[in-house]
């Protein structure tokens, strides 16, 4: 089993930054990918970015987030980061951490270990 825990949430003003912070704990050296998603209030949980674990550290985006999130992880930390600058009201919402022993994708079906959220509130 993996476990993951979100941190670093909060309230920003828009233009502001934020780092969310994702410890992973148990057997983490089977996993393969940590991604970031988020869900606004009534809308869908949707994807931010992904990272693999130990091959190289690959990224990916969703358009939206391109140019001012950057995800990474710290490997012997067990640890995935989200930093997020020039944010907007509209990145309002539970940024959820996500991890999966064997896939690197963009949707909630691919990831198996998810956290409890962390609330990140920006002001306009």
């Known amino acids: 089993q993996v476990k993951v825990v979100e941190s670093g949430g909060g309230l920003v003003q828009a233009g502001g930054s934020l780092r969310l912070s994702c410890a992973a704990s148990?057997?983490?050296?089977?996993?393969?990918?940590m991604a970031w998603f988020r869900q606004a209030p009534g809308k869908e949980r949707e994807f931010v970015a992904a990272v693999t674990w130990r091959r190289g550290g690959n990224t990916q985006y969703a358009d939206s987030v391109k140019g001012r999130f950057t995800i990474s992880r710290d490997y012997a930390k067990s640890t995935a980061f989200l930093q997020m600058n020039s944010l907007k009201p509209e990145d309002t919402a539970t940024y959820y951490c996500?991890?999966?022993?064997?896939?690197?994708?963009?949707?909630?079906?691919?990831?198996?270990?998810w956290g409890q959220g962390t609330q990140v509130t920006v002001s306009s």
């Open positions: 996500a991890a999966d022993k064997s896939r690197y994708g963009t949707t909630r079906q691919e990831y198996e270990y």
């Open positions: 148990g057997r983490t050296f089977r996993i393969y990918a």
